[in-house]
């Protein structure tokens, strides 16, 4: 032991300054050099205040050293312990799992020495790691052991410390009315100190007091004063938590897009950090968040993510929650012996009568449970009992959501009789701000004004109960994330628009359908996605998928072989939807289906030559939605078996080889010849447009379900082609529609081909010759940029802005119905992805693509489909030319030429596509070779200056 042991006057004023500013504290260590000084100080002082600072595992190194010189140059035994301590705690927030045991040790070491207050101090160590294990009451036990020796004036910012980490503890034990005078008390204590960092952690423990009793205004002050501190010393651990609470703020209001991008905010904070059960926190919320929005395959892998980090973690309060989740996931996929496995296992865990906070959750999922089991009577009383336990910690819209279920029950089993309709008005009111649950309780309105024979009091409630699912997907980037929530509410858009039908409002049934349609493209043209780079993770399993597809191809019936497919596909949408939704969504403007300017303006435009044909199905019934110069109008068309039939002969690919090469249904049948083609163009446009059409008539299609599959072009009226008898362009969305923006027209044109490939496809020996015919047209004004060995680096270049007024793209593409994701351009070099052409940007570019499949879609339901002439209009284009069908190498030259043609004197793709339709027909080309090909765009009138 030296002979005198001092303790430096700079290492004093470190100490002091670490509390109030880390980062100061840092600098300050850095720089410490006090003559005389032991290493030790050097080190003690950098290492704790890196840790302050939550520099975790740059601090390690100097605090290992810094106990290694406390014991070698036999300093005093409690500065042998403060440095123990010191690197306790480094370890602690670096997610040991031997903290318990360790600081247990250490405090009774301390005691040893009779170092009370240094024990009472460590004390707090112990109390953070129990609640880290979510277990409240050995913190209560730590904290009524230990605070009585903290009980003086100079100790009382270490009391406030204990008394947080209780407050903590009881929020998570459900207890709030407790909470709320521990925290105030402690901030008390920390403003009396001056200690802003402090207080801002209080904040954020009582932001999720408040976040857990539905006190949402409130908390989100709070965390918005905490975010400015943290930001302020650029403290990452503790901004994290911030962006965790933010991220359950976010789901309550239903904002899912802000709730992922904050949530997966924290969790990469916390792997920076290497808090690893953290992370597991996070897990869960994004299992939370999926459940929330319907899709049940993410929310269940994130929730077993989660369980098995604190399983490892031996942290057993946290694991109840998950297998509460995990039960109710289980019952949503209808797998009801599962969901009493999961319930079996909250129930023996050794915590859970502990925790108050979770048997409100429990008896709600046993309601589910004897629910699906046909237990009504019994379902309606566990609800009953879950209700009170939710109201008794404070979770005051939990138990409304026990009223609505209960509610809901009444009118599916009990036809309203006993519903309380203020009830209903009242739980509309209560959930004003949460419109995951509001638009259930208007839906129970509407359904209980139908009962009540009161349609157009009916017809409102689900118009409202339609917009709260609209304001709910529209922040979507993810068309499989907008799906699953369109599916969680599609009985309420059927009903919805049944009642339209019985009011004969066609006004409401084209909102009604509008307001459901293709939301993610509509999210997407908004606000472009950023570029995000993959990281290692993504690259591995998109190159997986990318070989597994290709055996797929080979071994059509190798079920193994789909098997993993699908389930690393399931994978990639839930990774593409996090990639989508990392950063905050932007605020979008209001959407608003303006029909009396689309009828102003085509009438601009076209006079009365034109018509809007807007498509959705309502159960075995097929909704045609007409807006013309004057008016709306509907036709609804009863799909029967023969229908059906008809619809998928037209659409299958299987089909299509003798559908529409000599017109027969089948080479041993008799039929009149395109009988298929008529009997559907008879059906799918409405007689009075029938009697309109000519050959300038002006036809907008938007389809719905199977009826984007659909040739249109290749439809009959009578003895002609529709496509003689009309312009023909598809519209993702009438609330897409609008007028092309004006344009100075530029006179480059790139022409892109490839003849042979370095991945399995056949060489295409007539693309060189497409390229040269379509070059050779152009006049020398324009500048071409041909290239017929196309780099796929030279496609990925354009995500920056380009000025290309045509990108016509010759080689072959894949798409298929069931594996959307998977579609892509094939390049001499490799494959565009479907996933990666949205990130280009080809600023109103005419995209067409002479490859096959080009126009092909995965449909999802809520009209979410994945296609690459939808992907090449997010990435901006002012509309693609594609094939439905798969096209024979060079029979598409003639075609492409006379629209290149066409497009030089000025005229419109529609119109380009339609003489180019015409003079196939009029050379008798097979129909094979010229039905598939389809004009996509939102834009209509397209002029260039």
């Known amino acids: ?328 996931i289980a019952i949503l996929k209808h797998d009801i012996s599962l969901a009493h496995y999961y319930i079996q296992s909250y129930e023996k865990a050794p915590l859970a009568a502990e925790h108050q906070l979770f048997k409100g959750s429990a008896s709600r999922i046993k309601a589910d449970i004897f629910y699906q089991e046909a237990a009504i009577d019994l379902a309606m009383e566990t609800l009953y009992l879950a209700h009170d336990q939710f109201l008794q910690n404070g979770e005051y819209t939990r138990a409304a959501e026990c009223r609505l279920e209960h509610t809901w029950i009444g009118l599916q089993h009990r036809h309203g009789q006993t519903i309380d309709q203020r009830l209903l008005e009242e739980l509309v009111d209560q959930f004003a701000s949460q419109p995951i649950h509001q638009w259930r309780a208007l839906y129970g309105l509407a359904r209980l004004a139908e009962l009540q024979h009161q349609p157009s009091q009916a017809l409102s409630y689900y118009e409202a109960a339609s917009q709260c699912i609209f304001m709910l997907r529209r922040q979507l980037a993810s068309e499989h994330l907008s799906s699953s929530l369109f599916t969680r509410a599609k009985q309420l858009y059927l009903d919805a628009l049944v009642c339209a039908l019985r009011l004969d409002n066609a006004a409401s049934m084209l909102l009604l359908a509008e307001q459901q349609r293709a939301l993610t493209i509509q999210r997407l043209l908004r606000h472009q996605l950023p570029t995000i780079a993959q990281g290692f993770e993504q690259t591995q399993l998109l190159q997986s998928i990318r070989e597994i597809s290709r055996s797929v191809q080979t071994q059509r019936h190798n079920a193994a072989l789909k098997a993993q497919l699908q389930a690393q596909l399931a994978d990639y949408v839930r990774m593409l939807g996090q990639l989508r939704h990392q950063q905050l969504p932007p605020e979008l403007p209001e959407q608003q289906l303006e029909i009396k300017t689309i009828q102003a303006n085509l009438q601009r435009s076209y006079g009365s030559h034109w018509t809007i044909l807007s498509y959705c199905w309502v159960e075995h019934n097929l909704l045609i939605i007409g807006i013309d110069h004057q008016s709306i109008f509907y036709e609804c068309i009863a799909i029967t078996k023969e229908v059906e039939q008809l619809l998928r002969l037209a659409c299958d690919p299987q089909s299509r080889n003798f559908a529409y090469r000599d017109g027969r249904l089948a080479p041993d049948r008799d039929d009149p010849r395109w009988s298929l083609q008529t009997t559907l163009g008879s059906l799918l446009i409405p007689k009075r447009v029938q009697q309109q059409l000519h050959a300038d008539y002006r036809l907008y299609l938007v389809p719905s379900g199977v009826l984007h599959q659909l040739p249109w072009p290749a439809l009959r009226i009578a003895d002609k082609w529709l496509c003689e008898m009309a312009i023909l362009q598809v519209v993702p969305s009438l609330t897409l529609f609008a007028p092309s923006p004006t344009v100075v027209s530029s006179k480059r044109i790139f022409l892109g081909g490839c003849t042979t490939f370095n991945h399995p496809y056949p060489n295409l020996d007539h693309v060189e010759a497409e390229l040269d015919t379509i070059a050779t047209d152009y006049p020398d004004d324009y500048t071409l940029d041909l290239q017929q060995q196309c780099q796929l680096a030279t496609i990925k270049a354009m995500t920056n802005k380009c000025d290309y007024s045509i990108i016509h793209l010759a080689t072959h593409a894949s798409m298929r119905p069931i594996h959307g994701l998977i579609g892509h351009i094939a390049f001499t070099d490799g494959e565009l992805w479907l996933s990666e052409i949205i990130h280009l940007n080809v600023a109103q570019a005419l995209v067409i693509l002479s490859t096959c499949d080009g126009a092909v879609a995965e449909l999802l339901p809520g009209e979410e489909n994945l296609s690459l002439a939808w992907a090449w209009i997010i990435a901006g284009a002012q509309g693609v030319l594609a094939n439905l069908w798969p096209s024979r190498d060079g029979s598409l030259s003639s075609l492409l030429n006379t629209i290149h043609t066409t497009l030089r004197k000025g005229d419109d793709p529609a119109l380009a596509l339609a003489l180019a339709h015409r003079q196939a027909i009029q050379r008798e080309d097979l129909v094979l070779d010229w039905g598939g090909l389809v004009f996509t765009s939102q834009y209509y009138a397209a002029e260039r200056d």
């Open 1 to 328: 032991m030296p002979s005198v042991f001092t303790i430096p006057e700079q290492a004093y004023a470190i100490l002091n300054t670490m509390e109030r500013n880390p980062r100061a504290a840092v600098i300050q260590a850095q720089l410490f050099d006090q003559d005389g000084a032991e290493p030790f100080w050097k080190a003690f002082l950098l290492g704790s205040a890196l840790l302050a600072w939550e520099r975790i595992s740059e601090s390690v190194q100097w605090l290992e050293t810094a106990h290694t010189l406390a014991q070698q140059a036999e300093f005093p035994q409690l500065w042998q312990l403060h440095s123990l301590r010191a690197l306790l705690l480094q370890r602690s927030l670096a997610d040991s799992s031997t903290e318990i045991k360790a600081w247990t040790s250490l405090i009774d070491q301390y005691q040893q020495l009779n170092e009370m207050t240094e024990a009472a101090r460590t004390a707090i160590y112990l109390a953070r790691a129990w609640h880290s294990k979510r277990d409240p009451q050995a913190v209560q036990q730590v904290v009524d052991q230990w605070l009585p020796y903290l009980d003086n004036p100079q100790d009382r910012s270490d009391a406030a410390k204990l008394q947080r980490v209780l407050g903590a503890a009881l929020v998570a034990k459900g207890e709030y009315l407790r909470t709320i005078p521990l925290l105030q008390a402690a901030i008390a204590w920390f403003d009396h100190d001056a200690n802003l960092l402090e207080i801002a952690k209080c904040h954020v423990e009582q932001a999720w007091a408040l976040i857990s009793s539905e006190q949402l205004a409130e908390a989100q002050t709070l965390l918005d004063q905490a975010a400015v501190e943290f930001q302020t010393h650029d403290l990452p651990l503790q901004q994290a938590f911030v962006k965790l609470n933010q991220s359950a703020l976010l789901q309550l209001r239903g904002d899912y897009a802000g709730a992922l991008a904050r949530c997966q905010q924290a969790r990469e904070l916390f792997n920076q950090v290497g808090r690893t059960i953290d992370v597991g926190s996070c897990e869960g919320s994004l299992g939370a968040i999926y459940q929330q929005i319907g899709h049940w395959d993410a929310a269940q892998a994130h929730y077993m993510l989660a369980l098995a980090i604190f399983t490892e973690k031996s942290a057993q309060g946290r694991m109840l929650m998950l297998y509460l989740n995990l039960a109710s």
